[in-house]
């Protein structure tokens, strides 16, 4: 399949690279012990901060931890699932923890042209939500594809307050 035929909407670069894990206040220490990456900005994304999240096409309450670093020009997170089903708990029962998603945006960053191109492909949202009035992430159905997940936001956690900072 040539660059031409390629499902993956045109010029779209990448923002953020996650990881999922069971403990991610452990990961966290191991990412900054190995890496030196820090500080980490930690958030706990709940209701009412975490809202209108969908599974599989159907509305779905879910909470998760997440962690977030800066790494110019990229952001590093790390997930760690709470209550409720996730896509999150899905990869970690079939593939346990590790390299989960890339977040990706258009050109102009606008979602819904993001949105736009992957259904024009005939990729599907598999999970979705907002955080706060102004962030909403979209997890795309690309792991056939792609063998990841792509994700397409309009902003990240890493713009809110954090609950806490590590180290």
Same mark, same amino acid.
């Given at each position: 399949?040539?660059?031409?035929?390629?499902?993956?909407?045109?010029?779209?670069?990448?923002?953020?690279?996650?990881?999922?894990?069971? #403990?991610?206040?452990?990961?966290?220490?191991?990412?900054?012990?190995? &890496? $030196?990456?820090?500080?980490?900005?930690?958030?706990?994304?709940?209701?009412?901060?975490?809202?209108?999240?969908?599974?599989?096409?159907?509305?779905?309450?879910?909470?998760?931890? +997440?962690?977030?670093?800066?790494?110019?020009?990229?952001?590093?997170?790390?997930?760690?699932?709470?209550? $409720?089903?996730?896509?999150?708990?899905?990869?970690?029962?079939?593939?346990?923890?590790? &390299?989960?998603?890339?977040?990706?945006?258009?050109?102009?960053? #606008?979602?819904?042209?993001?949105?736009?191109?992957?259904?024009?492909?005939?990729?599907?949202?598999?999970?979705?939500?907002?955080?706060?009035?102004?962030?909403?992430?979209?997890?795309? #159905? !690309?792991?056939? @594809?792609?063998?990841?997940?792509?994700? !397409?936001?309009? +902003?990240?956690?890493?713009?809110?307050?954090?609950?806490? @900072?590590?180290?």
């Amino acid at each position: 399949m040539g660059m031409k035929d390629s499902p993956v909407p045109a010029g779209m670069r990448i923002t953020q690279v996650a990881v999922v894990v069971k #403990d991610l206040r452990k990961t966290m220490a191991a990412y900054h012990k190995t &890496l $030196g990456w820090g500080p980490w900005s930690v958030y706990e994304h709940k209701p009412p901060s975490l809202h209108h999240t969908t599974l599989h096409g159907k509305a779905s309450d879910y909470t998760m931890l +997440g962690a977030e670093v800066h790494c110019d020009p990229i952001d590093f997170e790390i997930l760690q699932p709470l209550e $409720g089903p996730s896509i999150y708990k899905e990869f970690l029962e079939k593939h346990g923890e590790g &390299l989960h998603h890339i977040s990706v945006v258009s050109p102009k960053e #606008d979602v819904r042209a993001a949105l736009n191109e992957f259904k024009h492909e005939g990729i599907e949202v598999m999970m979705s939500g907002r955080l706060g009035d102004d962030i909403e992430f979209y997890y795309m #159905d !690309t792991e056939p @594809i792609l063998k990841m997940v792509a994700e !397409t936001v309009s +902003g990240h956690a890493i713009s809110m307050k954090p609950s806490w @900072i590590y180290p």
